[in-house]
């Protein structure tokens, strides 16, 4: 199948957000979209039942999630990690692989060191990978381009958060849809 006819539905889907901690989020281009844009789809992953699983780097370093992320996030699992890959630490494939979903969803940052790795090893790992581009970042946006390209290059789809909100949806008029317009909006 063509990697590009790919569509996320929320019964075989799962969020994984990468990294968005207090010490780096201040330094991202454009962070304040990144958050933004990750927080939506952190609340859409909840409403339709999405397991979502969340990376932190180093957090005696470089701190927590932020705390709007974290207040979205509710009781979502955690790793730690000192890998850039979050398939790199040991808790993480034993939580990934009891989601039993194929599709991964993934924002955070940064684009091109623990977001890419991360999505490289997914994609090794014979998973459909959907990064959200309004939803990853990195400090400098050459970076953030490049990361970009190759993760497409590699077979990872790229779009936006808007976009994947709409196909796990699926159809209008439900109450979930009433809920996100008022998020899209």
Sequence with gaps: MNPALARPRATDSALLVVDLQEKLMPAIHEGAGVLNQSRKLIHVARLLKLPVL?????????????????????????????TFSGCGA?????????FA??????????????????VLDFLERGQSVFVLADAVGSRRPLDYDLALQRMHDAGAIVTTAESVIFELLGRAGTPEFKEVLKLVK
């Design 101 to 118: 979903r194929r599709n991964a969803i993934v924002c955070g940052v940064e684009a091109h060191v623990c977001v890419q790795q991360t």
């Design 90 to 98: 040991e808790p993480f494939w034993a939580q990934w692989n009891s």
């Design 54 to 82: 969340v990376t932190e780097q180093y957090p005696k370093g470089i701190g927590p999630t932020v705390p709007e992320i974290r207040a979205a996030l509710g009781d979502a699992p955690t790793v730690e990690k000192m």
